[in-house]
């Protein structure tokens, strides 16, 4: 199934803050199109080196640029699409902050 990505605005705004960030996640949007994924495992095929978070949560964690970035989802596969959801974008040492307060699995900033 194509991948519906909810919300491109979000990564939009943050690349325009972040304006060295722009072309990896200008790089990660256009792997994503041509994204075709059935279950969770498919996201793992398309970006090797993506985390799907565990404790039974539906969430995916990628590494963007080189691992200077990092953006947690939420997924869900429906019957038309898989979707894809931002929950929250930051540096790589942002999101360790975050995985210290065990905020991962919760965070929904947009």
């Known amino acids: 199934m194509k991948v519906h990505l ?3 605005q979000t990564i939009e705004d943050y690349t325009r803050k972040q304006a060295r ?8 949007l256009e792997i994503l199109k041509g994204a075709d994924w059935d279950k969770p ?3 793992k095929k398309t970006f090797g080196s993506a985390d799907l978070l565990g404790n039974g ?4 964690v990628f590494n963007i640029g080189g691992n200077n970035y990092r953006m947690i989802c939420k997924y869900l596969f ?3 699409a898989a979707h894809l959801f931002v929950c929250w ?3 790589h040492a942002e999101y360790d902050r975050l995985c ?11």
């Open 21 to 28: 960030s722009k072309v990896s996640f200008g790089i990660w």
């Open 100 to 110: 210290d307060k065990n905020e991962q699995y919760a965070v929904n900033d947009y």
């Open 41 to 43: 495992d498919d996201i």
């Open 78 to 80: 429906g019957t038309k």
């Open 57 to 60: 949560c539906d969430r995916v």
């Open 89 to 91: 974008l930051g540096t």
């Open 6 to 8: 909810i919300k491109k």
